[in-house]
């Protein structure tokens, strides 16, 4: 079993930079997939970006691309998502996740993973 902890959410002006740690629990840690999603209010929770449980392999929406990175420490248990440029439109609470992932197609969906933290709020001002 995996337990989670997002870190590092807070208030930023657009154009500005915000680092998420996410910590975890457990020593099966490095044989997981991790996922970044978000959830703003009113709206679904989306994918933002994962890594591979080597950390060799990563995979970005779109709307991230160029901006977010995702690496990941398998010998501190942590993975990261650095933020720059935010926008206005990243505001949302954004959620760490951990999958055992045997297809790509499987990193962008919610419901491939199995463990989830609490989450962090982010929010971007104009």
């Known amino acids: 079993q995996v337990q989670l902890v997002e870190s590092g959410g807070g208030l930023v002006q657009a154009g500005g930079s915000l680092r998420l740690s996410c910590a975890a629990s457990?020593?099966?840690?490095?044989?997981?997939?991790m996922g970044w999603f978000r959830q703003a209010p009113g709206k679904e929770r989306e994918f933002v970006a994962a890594?591979?449980?080597?950390?060799?392999?990563?995979y970005y929406a779109d709307s991230v691309k160029g901006r977010f990175t995702v690496s990941r420490d398998n010998a501190e248990n942590t993975v990261l998502l650095q933020m720059n440029s935010l926008k206005p439109e990243d505001t949302a609470v954004y959620y760490c996740?951990?999958?055992?992932?045997?297809?790509?197609?499987?990193?962008?969906?919610?419901?491939?993973?199995?463990?989830w933290g609490q989450g962090t709020q982010v929010t971007v001002s104009s």
């Open positions: 996740a951990a999958a055992r992932i045997y297809y790509s197609g499987s990193y962008y969906h919610a419901s491939s993973y199995d463990y």
């Open positions: 457990g020593r099966t840690f490095s044989s997981y997939a």
């Open positions: 890594i591979s449980w080597s950390g060799g392999i990563t």
